[in-house]
């Protein structure tokens, strides 16, 4: 390696220091201690004493809770091709020559910056069995006679959680979509109109694999969001009823702070955790293996 | 010569110097200006409208004590746990802490607590003070580790007019009778019967049925009966049949208040705070529509906050000096009247009288709270308390809800139950 190299080897490293010693504080070290607390007894009201891989084995092999958060997790993780596939059809509306399309545009973005709490609490209400506008809007219509408990009833509480996450990320998942289509060269479409394509041919052909990269953020933000929705599901059902809408994420809150197990939470935790790492490696993979990489200039 | 700015500069060095020397020696001797004065601090559940009150405790305490820093936290409920679990954590636990339900037995069972045995055996008329019958709702492993702050209990509110309606004239005597009245008073929107479900707010509904959780020396679930089977298929037939209002099932204390407030229920079980919520939101409810009395039986399972020291306070003795004025008769009149509620202390009898004069139906309300102590059910000394009733609780809802078998799902709380108390 030339001087030259080495030097600037050494000012990347100096630049990078300060994020990596931040990153290594509440990243990597929590991490470690958490990995080492999934294999030890623990309370914060008593000292720490060796369990081996107890946790795991109880996890694995006698909680039915976790079985169910996970499946929970993965049922909810729809909602992230749910809510692009919306996106999609929203962006192609608001792309077009239409009047008023910035208004639209601004009004679907305006449900993503509200905090998950906010949208928690309006989609309650929206839900609610008495006053909820849902139901007052299915009587009103004559297509039920009496309120359904959405966020009640072990049939609806799922759905109805996904609508509410695929109401609240729709918006942003619209913008980067819309910032690929308006990506792509409009002599693409001339010139595949000129040939005779229609307009399901330009999109099957044109729209949609030159949108991939777009598509693809979408879903890895959107899995990651599935991952990490606890603000929502807590405010909307609290995992319930009966675990219905328990996720990973709301299971290891209630394991450390309902019922004081953060031995058994920490285990939790590093089963989601190397679970999110596979689906990293599994999207990575899909891109061809290299998200996220960026080439260094000479 | 020295020139102004140079004598300036030394100056500003030396005053720099002497300063930092000062500042040094102290944090050497480990006593900071700040560090020369005591502290401890106070933990609350939930009352923040009680800041002026708790300010006079403040100043009370500090005429006696001048030398002593009170510092006040308080916590909403969803919050108070997770707060409290990692202040300890971090080492920075508040000395005193308002604690409501079972969650102190786990702190208890792991020595997270101070014993406040020895305090109350050194001052006999203090263990006096306390009622004796919720002092004893504290005791793990025969010591003491909370007082009473406020007490609350599970009664059985009634809807007169609905009773009325459907020619009710008298509280239900039995389980079986309470459920006919439901069943009687469910029409349309209107649902006969609801209960709060938190903690073991439902337990009264096995207790009188002659369900017990545990065997006596607390080791083995004793709960799969014929018996527990009968109710769970009674309960879960009148919820599928809306005779019971599913948002009994749900854990929640807001939206239950919300539907007996709204008139549509005949019959409420819920601890008495829930009167002043119910009354605030019904517009219907006066003495003459609000019937109060015990469930069948006259089991109850309380839910009150107690005051209790956190083991790593450095001065338990002032934390315990503290308690005691908070609890004094001055600051638990004052308690009990500006919130509403008793505080089992013997204060309580002056508190029920200033009820009778001003707020008879609270009055009425309140005073169930000090009868039937004999029959309180959903105490049981468990350090797993919080895992005995998620894995008790979710087999129940799923029955209740239809989702399993009762009988099934009794046997699975069983297995459930038996696992955790026999986990290390």
């Given at each position: 390696m030339t001087y030259a190299r080495r030097r600037g080897s050494g000012f990347v490293w100096l630049f990078l220091a300060p994020s990596l010693l931040v990153f290594a504080l509440y990243r990597i070290i929590p991490l470690g201690w958490n990995a080492v607390l999934s294999v030890e007894r623990w309370s914060p009201f008593r000292p720490a004493s060796f369990a081996g891989l107890d946790h795991y084995e109880e996890m694995f092999f006698h909680d039915e809770v976790f079985w169910r958060s996970l499946w929970n997790t993965v049922v909810f993780m729809t909602s992230a091709p749910i809510a692009i596939a919306l996106a999609l059809g929203v962006a192609l509306l608001v792309n077009a020559p239409i009047r008023g399309r910035a208004l639209y545009r601004a009004a679907i973005f305006l449900s993503y910056p509200l905090m998950p709490v906010a949208v928690g609490i309006i989609w309650r209400w929206l839900y609610d069995e008495k006053v909820g506008l849902i139901n007052y809007g299915l009587i009103s219509a004559g297509l039920i006679s009496r309120g359904i408990p959405f966020l009640e009833s072990f049939e609806w509480a799922m759905l109805a959680v996904i609508v509410a996450?695929?109401?609240?990320?729709?918006?942003?998942?619209?913008?980067?979509?819309?910032?690929?289509?308006?990506?792509?060269?409009?002599?693409?479409?001339?010139?595949?109109?000129?040939?005779?394509?229609?307009?399901?041919?330009?999109?099957?052909?044109?729209?949609?694999?030159?949108?991939?990269?777009?598509?693809?953020?979408?879903?890895?933000?959107?899995?990651?969001?599935?991952?990490?929705?606890?603000?929502?599901?807590?405010?909307?059902?609290?995992?319930?009823?009966?675990?219905?809408?328990?996720?990973?994420?709301?299971?290891?809150?209630?394991?450390?702070?309902?019922?004081?197990?953060f031995d058994y939470a920490a285990a939790l935790t590093v089963v989601l955790f190397v679970f999110l790492l596979a689906l990293t490696w599994l999207a990575n993979r899909a891109s061809g293996g290299e998200a996220g990489a960026v080439e260094a200039a000479e | 010569m020295t020139s102004p700015a140079s004598l300036l500069q030394s100056k500003v060095w030396r005053r720099f110097g002497a300063a930092a020397s000062t500042t040094l020696i102290f944090l050497l001797a480990g006593t900071g200006p700040a560090e020369a004065q005591k502290k401890i601090s106070l933990l609350t559940w939930n009352i923040p409208v009680y800041k002026e009150k708790i300010d006079g405790w403040i100043a009370d305490f500090k005429q006696l004590h001048p030398d002593v820093q009170v510092e006040w936290l308080d916590k909403k409920g969803t919050e108070?746990?997770?707060?409290?679990?990692?202040?300890?954590?971090?080492?920075?636990?508040?000395?005193?802490?308002?604690?409501?339900?079972?969650?102190?037995?786990?702190?208890?069972?792991?020595?997270?607590?101070?014993?406040?045995?020895?305090?109350?055996?050194?001052?006999?008329?203090?263990?006096?003070?306390?009622?004796?019958?919720?002092?004893?709702?504290?005791?793990?492993?025969?010591?003491?580790?909370?007082?009473?702050?406020?007490?609350?209990?599970?009664?059985?509110?009634?809807?007169?007019?609905?009773?009325?309606?459907?020619?009710?004239?008298?509280?239900?005597?039995?389980?079986?009778?309470?459920?006919d009245y439901a069943r009687k008073m469910t029409k349309g929107e209107r649902s006969g019967f609801l209960t709060l479900n938190f903690d073991w707010?439902?337990?009264?509904?096995?207790?009188?049925?002659?369900?017990?959780?545990?065997?006596?020396?607390?080791?083995?679930?004793?709960?799969?009966?014929?018996?527990?089977?009968?109710?769970?298929?009674?309960?879960?037939?009148?919820?599928?049949?809306?005779?019971?209002?599913?948002?009994?099932?749900?854990?929640?204390?807001?939206?239950?208040?919300?539907?007996?407030?709204?008139?549509?229920?005949?019959?409420?079980?819920?601890?008495?705070?829930?009167?002043?919520?119910?009354?605030?939101?019904?517009?219907?409810?006066?003495?003459?529509?609000?019937?109060?009395?015990?469930?069948?039986?006259?089991?109850?399972?309380?839910?009150?906050?107690?005051?209790?020291?956190?083991?790593?306070?450095?001065?338990?003795?002032?934390?315990?000096?503290?308690?005691?004025?908070?609890?004094?008769?001055?600051?638990?009149?004052?308690?009990?009247?500006?919130?509403?509620?008793?505080?089992?202390?013997?204060?309580?009898?002056?508190?029920?009288?200033?009820?009778?004069?001003?707020?008879?139906?609270?009055?009425?309300?309140?005073?169930?709270?000090?009868?039937?102590?004999?029959?309180?059910?959903?105490?049981?000394?468990?350090?797993?308390?919080?895992?005995?009733?998620?894995?008790?609780?979710?087999?129940?809802?799923?029955?209740?809800?239809?989702?399993?078998?009762?009988?099934?799902?009794?046997?699975?709380?069983?297995?459930?139950?038996?696992?955790?108390?026999?986990?290390?």
């Open positions: 996450a695929v109401w609240q990320i729709l918006g942003f998942f619209m913008v980067i979509l819309l910032a690929g289509l308006q990506s792509i060269p409009r002599e693409l479409h001339e010139a595949a109109a000129i040939d005779g394509a229609g307009r399901a041919q330009r999109i099957g052909r044109i729209t949609l694999p030159l949108l991939r990269p777009a598509i693809f953020l979408c879903l890895i933000i959107g899995i990651i969001n599935s991952f990490t929705s606890f603000d929502l599901i807590y405010v909307m059902t609290r995992g319930g009823p009966n675990y219905a809408t328990e996720l990973l994420i709301t299971y290891i809150y209630r394991a450390a702070f309902t019922l004081t197990r | 108070w746990a997770t707060f409290y679990q990692t202040q300890v954590v971090g080492g920075a636990a508040p000395d005193i802490i308002d604690v409501q339900g079972a969650l102190w037995l786990e702190y208890a069972a792991n020595g997270g607590l101070v014993d406040l045995t020895p305090y109350l055996a050194r001052e006999p008329q203090l263990r006096d003070w306390y009622n004796a019958k919720f002092l004893a709702t504290w005791v793990y492993e025969g010591k003491q580790y909370l007082v009473p702050f406020y007490i609350s209990k599970t009664l059985l509110f009634m809807n007169r007019t609905m009773m009325q309606e459907a020619g009710l004239t008298r509280p239900p005597k039995s389980f079986d009778e309470m459920l707010l439902y337990w009264p509904l096995f207790a009188m049925n002659g369900v017990e959780l545990l065997t006596h020396d607390g080791k083995r679930a004793a709960f799969n009966t014929p018996a527990a089977v009968k109710t769970v298929e009674a309960l879960a037939k009148a919820t599928a049949d809306g005779v019971i209002n599913k948002v009994s099932w749900t854990g929640r204390w807001v939206e239950p208040n919300g539907a007996f407030s709204s008139g549509t229920v005949g019959l409420y079980q819920a601890h008495a705070p829930a009167f002043f919520y119910v009354r605030g939101a019904g517009k219907w409810v006066n003495r003459d529509t609000l019937g109060i009395a015990q469930m069948p039986g006259g089991f109850s399972t309380p839910n009150s906050h107690g005051l209790g020291i956190s083991k790593t306070s450095k001065y338990p003795d002032l934390a315990w000096e503290f308690i005691k004025l908070a609890t004094n008769e001055k600051w638990a009149y004052t308690f009990g009247t500006t919130l509403n509620n008793l505080t089992g202390t013997k204060a309580d009898t002056k508190i029920l009288e200033h009820f009778k004069k001003e707020d008879p139906l609270a009055a009425e309300v309140l005073n169930t709270q000090l009868e039937g102590l004999d029959k309180l059910v959903g105490v049981w000394p468990q350090a797993r308390d919080a895992q005995i009733k998620e894995a008790f609780y979710s087999e129940l809802q799923a029955a209740v809800l239809g989702r399993k078998k009762p009988a099934d799902a009794l046997a699975e709380a069983e297995r459930k139950v038996n696992r955790v108390l026999q986990q290390r």
